[in-house]
């Protein structure tokens, strides 16, 4: 089901005198359901009184189904993605696995892609994904992603960029080699361009269409001994943008999310590696990191996904070409 604050099957335009005035009306869903479909919403709803009044008592009812941990907090609920076909690079781990999941739990039809055969199969056990074992390291295995969700799938709807290296076996620029600056551009920044270009093609046709490019906060801040890293993370948010442009008259979108430290394999990998550098163990490099942030942790994959998904949605029509950072209100 849709967002139905702005859904028109939920809602009658009465006319009366000169003017025409809307009235919104609720599905029959339960109340935990309701209370965490439309807190997050609140944006899209007026400023009046008993606006304000509805608004309070879902937010109470929010509190409480969190405290008793009857239902997994969302920012909303329901199957308003039905119908979608989205593709999800790197689905096996992190991230996309928890977006792959996110966005199968309100309706999308999703194909979940990665290199490791076990991990999708995990990811198929737990919700329904088709899944697909390639890389995206290569043009032809870009080609092939877009082909074979079409031909099990349809045209795609959703496309999440998600498939990347991470910083751990980067460099300086004073050791830095080309071919290890051309492996992470073949899978961070030239894997983006190949699938969205062979995909946005249905997206166009159909008028309707949602690219997410999965950044980082490293593609707006340097950091050292990240180069090639913190370069492909930039060029993702440029890409992004003018992709925004060239697909907007076509009512399609495409924005990137920007985590910060999110706690995955990648970066325990990276923290081993840090640890073995300096001396400390791998818990005190990720204590350290989690100390950066005010509050005192890392993202969750949980947090990315729900944001990729919230981008997915037809409440984020409005929303293109933009960059969202999520890292807890770190600077």
């Given at each position: 089901m849709p967002i139905f604050a702005t859904d028109r099957r939920y809602t009658n335009d009465v006319h009366y005198g000169g003017g025409v005035r809307r009235q919104?009306?609720?599905p029959r869903l339960p109340a935990q359901h309701v209370a965490f479909a439309l807190w997050p919403?609140?944006?899209?709803?007026?400023?009046t009184d008993p606006y304000q009044a509805l608004l309070a008592a879902c937010g109470r009812v929010r509190r409480s189904v969190e405290q008793e941990g009857s239902f997994a907090p969302s920012f909303a609920t329901g199957s308003f993605l039905a119908g979608r076909v989205a593709l999800v690079t790197g689905a096996g781990r992190g991230i996309g696995y928890a977006t792959a999941k996110a966005l199968a739990a309100v309706g999308a039809t999703v194909m979940?892609?990665?290199?490791t055969q076990r991990e999708l199969a995990a990811l198929a056990e737990e919700?329904?994904?088709e899944y697909l074992v390639e890389s995206v390291a290569t043009p032809?295995?870009?080609?092939?992603?877009?082909e074979e969700t079409r031909r099990r799938l349809g045209p795609i709807d959703i496309l999440v960029n998600n498939a990347g290296l991470g910083s751990y076996n980067d460099r300086s620029i004073i050791e830095i080699t080309p071919e290890l600056w051309r492996q992470m551009m073949d899978v961070n920044l030239q894997a983006p361009f190949e699938l969205t270009?062979?995909?946005v093609g249905d997206m166009i046709e159909r008028r309707w269409g949602r690219i997410v490019m999965v950044s980082s906060t490293a593609g707006e801040y340097g950091w050292q001994s990240m180069v090639s890293y913190c370069a492909s993370k930039a060029g993702l948010l440029g890409l992004m943008r003018a992709v925004a442009q060239d697909?907007?008259?076509h009512d399609?979108?495409?924005n990137a999310v920007l985590p910060g430290w999110v706690h995955t394999q990648l970066a325990d990998r990276k923290a081993e590696i840090e640890a073995q550098r300096r001396g400390v163990t791998p818990a005190d490099v990720l204590a350290e990191w989690a100390a950066e942030y005010p509050s005192g942790r890392f993202v969750t994959v949980e947090e990315v996904a729900d944001t990729i998904v919230f981008l997915a949605s037809e409440s984020a029509s409005g929303i293109n070409g933009e960059a969202l950072t999520i890292a807890l209100g770190s600077t």
């Open positions: 919104h009306r609720l919403c609140h944006v899209f709803l007026r400023r979940g892609v990665s290199r919700v329904p994904v032809q295995g870009c080609a092939r992603i877009v270009r062979l995909a697909v907007a008259p399609v979108t495409c």
